[in-house]
């Protein structure tokens, strides 16, 4: 019912504009020129009030009827149940909805059917309320905002207005949704480390990671909090991954920009990109099957012992999931450095390289460090590739043919594990905001570097 009364809004809403598009040439009997605003701003202004009417009572009779229904049959619940937790009356409500729904419920008693019937009941009134209140709201809004057209009417001033509140509202819906993420990080963080009573030099400096060992006691364990394996794995694999995407994605736009034709362009510039909509699970296929192999067979017959899962693998295959981001943007920013300054070069007696080394890469350099620190992003933010080519153990070393985790494959492993999200979430949400903070301060010194060796031109 939501998705058709969703459809059923957004039609009104277009034939709002159809309509109100019409009336506005109606009144000046086809004479545009008399009308302050343009048919279209008419037509526009009542889509607007229609679809904000119409989502606006659809989402918030929705959010209300959830959270009555829900009310009202958990206190049913309690009442019938006052012996049993919280998390039983949750699973008799779960099982009621799946009753009613027809669908297979965990388990089914006199309770279960009497609240599904119940539950049944509520909500079919409330949907038909919800019918009744949004189809209402719909069609007065596009009454009023048809009443309302006349020849002097400001319909293109309101209309801007109106997207200009909307476009403050997403823009602040963007910035109050990271700043929850950093609170929800921080507190986490917080609660964490309270839980092991505040050491957190234990966390930064520790050498081992097992913090789920002393579960079965209720308490965290201060000495198995150690996080250090887990960023030197992720820094020896990002590291690996970069030495291999940022020469080859650098020479790639290089070539592509300045010394490819147009049909080799054409051509290859498609196949790099390509790279870019491959899934990472492909990736990992790729590493654990035929590139983890390859490395082992290769090690062997040279005299070295490679592990079948290897900080190597993880780190090569990522680097060339990586190579087309770093490829792409940089060539447009190579693209975007004014010809001028080349035939300024080469009037000077600039062979083509020098130009290219001294004029066109200080010039883009801001834009490629920005593809490099994207691509630092991406590896850092990789987890399928290295959970199936690097392993999942917290070794530490500073061996690449040894296996190796990272702190997103640990914090995948903490939150989807058997353990009680709660006892989890601690290590799990430090983790996370560790490395939002790593990531946050190598962005800041990477942004002070290229201010201050940017190249300046009038």
């Given at each position: 019912?939501?998705?058709?009364?969703?459809?059923?809004?957004?039609?009104?809403?277009?034939?709002?504009?159809?309509?109100?598009?019409?009336?506005?040439?109606?009144?000046?009997?086809?004479?545009?020129?008399?009308?302050?605003?343009?048919?279209?701003?008419?037509?526009?202004?009542?889509?607007?009030?229609?679809?904000?009417?119409?989502?606006?009572?659809?989402?918030?009779?929705?959010?209300?009827?959830?959270?009555?229904?829900?009310?009202?049959?958990?206190?049913?619940?309690?009442?019938?149940?006052?012996?049993?937790?919280?998390?039983?009356?949750?699973?008799?409500?779960?099982?009621?909805?799946?009753?009613?729904?027809?669908?297979?419920?965990?388990k089914t008693d006199d309770i279960r059917m009497a609240i599904a019937a119940d539950y049944?009941?509520?909500?079919?009134?409330?949907?038909?309320?919800?019918?009744?209140?949004?189809?209402?709201?719909?069609?007065?809004?596009?009454?009023?905002?048809?009443?309302?057209?006349?020849?002097?009417?400001?319909?293109?001033?309101?209309?801007?207005?109106?997207?200009?509140?909307?476009?403050?509202?997403?823009?602040?819906?963007?910035?109050?949704?990271?700043?929850?993420?950093?609170?929800?990080?921080?507190?986490?963080?917080?609660?964490?480390?309270?839980?092991?009573?505040?050491?957190?030099?234990?966390?930064?400096?520790?050498?081992?990671?097992?913090?789920?060992?002393?579960?079965?006691?209720?308490?965290?364990?201060?000495?198995?909090?150690?996080?250090?394996?887990?960023?030197?794995?992720?820094?020896?694999?990002?590291?690996?991954?970069?030495?291999?995407?940022?020469?080859?994605?650098?020479?790639?736009?290089?070539?592509?920009?300045?010394?490819?034709?147009r049909r080799v362009r054409a051509v290859v510039k498609p196949m790099l990109e390509i790279?870019?909509?491959?899934?990472?699970?492909?990736?990992?296929?790729?590493?654990?099957?035929?590139?983890?192999?390859?490395?082992?067979?290769?090690?062997?017959?040279?005299?070295?012992?490679?592990?079948?899962?290897?900080?190597?693998?993880?780190?090569?295959?990522?680097?060339?999931?990586?190579?087309?981001?770093?490829?792409?943007?940089?060539?447009?920013?190579?693209?975007?450095?004014?010809?001028?300054?080349?035939?300024?070069?080469?009037?000077?007696?600039?062979?083509?390289?020098?130009?290219?080394?001294?004029?066109?890469?200080?010039?883009?350099?801001?834009?490629?460090?920005?593809?490099?620190?994207?691509?630092?992003?991406r590896a850092v933010g990789e987890t399928m590739i290295v959970v199936m080519a690097a392993?999942?153990?917290?070794?530490?070393?500073?061996?690449?043919?040894?296996?190796?985790?990272?702190?997103?494959?640990?914090?995948?492993?903490?939150?989807?594990?058997?353990?009680?999200?709660?006892?989890?979430?601690?290590?799990?949400?430090?983790?996370?905001?560790?490395?939002?903070?790593?990531?946050?301060?190598?962005?800041?010194?990477?942004?002070?570097?290229?201010?201050?060796?940017?190249?300046?031109?009038?």
């Amino acid at each position: 019912m939501t998705a058709v009364l969703f459809a059923f809004t957004f039609v009104a809403a277009i034939a709002a504009y159809i309509i109100s598009q019409g009336r506005a040439r109606q009144v000046v009997g086809g004479e545009i020129s008399q009308l302050h605003s343009r048919p279209s701003y008419h037509g526009f202004y009542s889509f607007l009030w229609v679809l904000m009417i119409g989502w606006g009572l659809l989402i918030g009779l929705t959010l209300v009827s959830n959270w009555v229904i829900e009310s009202t049959l958990m206190s049913r619940i309690a009442t019938a149940l006052p012996d049993e937790p919280s998390i039983a009356h949750e699973l008799v409500l779960s099982d009621a909805r799946a009753i009613a729904a027809g669908e297979v419920a965990s388990k089914t008693d006199d309770i279960r059917m009497a609240i599904a019937a119940d539950y049944s009941k509520v909500a079919g009134r409330w949907g038909w309320a919800r019918v009744f209140l949004v189809i209402g709201g719909v069609l007065g809004a596009a009454l009023l905002t048809g009443r309302v057209i006349s020849a002097q009417r400001r319909a293109r001033n309101r209309t801007e207005a109106i997207v200009r509140v909307l476009l403050a509202a997403m823009a602040t819906i963007a910035i109050l949704t990271t700043v929850g993420i950093v609170l929800s990080l921080i507190f986490e963080t917080l609660n964490f480390f309270g839980k092991i009573d505040w050491q957190v030099q234990k966390f930064l400096f520790g050498t081992t990671w097992s913090p789920l060992s002393g579960v079965h006691t209720g308490e965290l364990d201060a000495d198995k909090v150690g996080a250090i394996p887990l960023f030197a794995g992720t820094l020896m694999i990002t590291f690996i991954a970069m030495l291999v995407a940022v020469p080859i994605g650098l020479f790639a736009a290089v070539y592509l920009s300045d010394f490819a034709s147009r049909r080799v362009r054409a051509v290859v510039k498609p196949m790099l990109e390509i790279l870019a909509g491959i899934p990472t699970v492909v990736y990992g296929f790729f590493a654990a099957i035929t590139v983890a192999p390859l490395f082992r067979n290769t090690g062997e017959a040279i005299g070295l012992s490679v592990a079948s899962e290897s900080a190597l693998v993880a780190g090569v295959v990522m680097g060339i999931m990586i190579i087309p981001f770093i490829s792409s943007l940089s060539d447009d920013v190579i693209n975007a450095v004014p010809q001028s300054l080349r035939d300024g070069s080469y009037g000077l007696g600039a062979t083509k390289a020098e130009t290219i080394r001294q004029v066109i890469l200080p010039a883009a350099l801001p834009g490629i460090v920005s593809a490099a620190l994207l691509g630092f992003s991406r590896a850092v933010g990789e987890t399928m590739i290295v959970v199936m080519a690097a392993g999942q153990g917290a070794n530490l070393t500073a061996n690449p043919l040894e296996a190796v985790t990272t702190v997103t494959v640990q914090i995948v492993m903490l939150i989807t594990g058997d353990t009680e999200a709660e006892t989890a979430a601690g290590p799990a949400f430090t983790l996370g905001f560790t490395l939002f903070c790593v990531t946050l301060l190598m962005n800041i010194v990477a942004q002070r570097l290229v201010r201050r060796y940017r190249e300046a031109y009038d």
